[in-house]
Antibody, heavy 115, light 112 residues
């Protein structure tokens, strides 16, 4: 059974940083693109970033370029999202998902950016 | 960026009756590899999203066959043949052809 478990969310001040993690199990992690998607409270879904199997390609939505970095550790079956210079508008539940086209999703981790 | 629109945004349905959601993209979703990467997701209240349909019309495993997807180019449709109580939630289309990938605003389905 595919499992994706996000962690690392919390309350952070504007301008601060957080690192989200996603622990994957139940599939061959190194064989799949991985993705981050977020959902602001009461709002719709927004794709954030993707990373190729070997980490050689990464794509970001414009609003996070230069501030967020997606990475992975295939030896640890883990996906990461380093978030710097956080803004109030980054407040959301962050989901990790398997594949470019989001085949499986985790339960999400809430990031709140507020003073 | 490709803009995805959905209609209606709210859809009250009667149990056992059909339902249909339209999704339109601001440009063709046909990829250079010949595939059309249009996916549908369901988000039940309080839950994570779940993919229902990929590449326009392919149902994911475990998805009931009352869900079907169709369309081409810029116009797509998700149909539920007979709505059940567990189908309540928000439905999103998403295009995965052009970077950045983009979602529609969502259609909220509830029971009349």
């Amino acid at each position: 059974e595919v499992q994706l478990v996000e962690s690392g969310g919390g309350l952070v001040q504007p301008g601060g940083s957080l690192r989200l993690s996603c622990a994957a199990s139940g599939f061959t992690f190194s064989s799949y693109w991985m993705s981050w998607v977020r959902q602001a409270p009461g709002k719709g879904l927004e794709w954030v970033a993707n990373i190729k199997q070997d980490g050689s390609e990464k794509y970001y939505v414009d609003s996070v370029k230069g501030r967020f970095t997606i990475s992975r550790d295939n030896a640890k079956n883990s996906l990461y999202l380093q978030m710097n210079s956080l803004r109030a508008e980054d407040t959301a539940v962050y989901y990790c998902a398997r594949e470019l086209w989001l085949r499986d999703w985790g339960q999400g981790t809430l990031v709140t950016v507020s003073s | 960026d490709v803009v995805m629109t959905q209609s209606p945004l709210s859809l009250p349905v009667t149990l056992g009756q059909p339902a249909s959601i339209s999704c339109r993209s601001s440009q063709s979703l046909v990829h250079s590899d010949g595939n059309t990467y249009l996916n549908w997701f369901q988000q039940r209240p309080g839950q994570s999203p779940r993919r229902l349909i990929y590449k326009v019309s392919n149902r994911d495993s475990g998805v009931p066959d009352r869900f079907s997807g169709s369309g081409s180019g810029t116009d797509f449709t998700l149909k539920i043949s007979r709505v059940e109580a567990e189908d309540v939630g928000v439905y999103y289309c998403m295009q995965g052809t052009h970077w950045p990938f983009t979602f529609g605003p969502g259609t909220k389905v509830d029971i009349k």
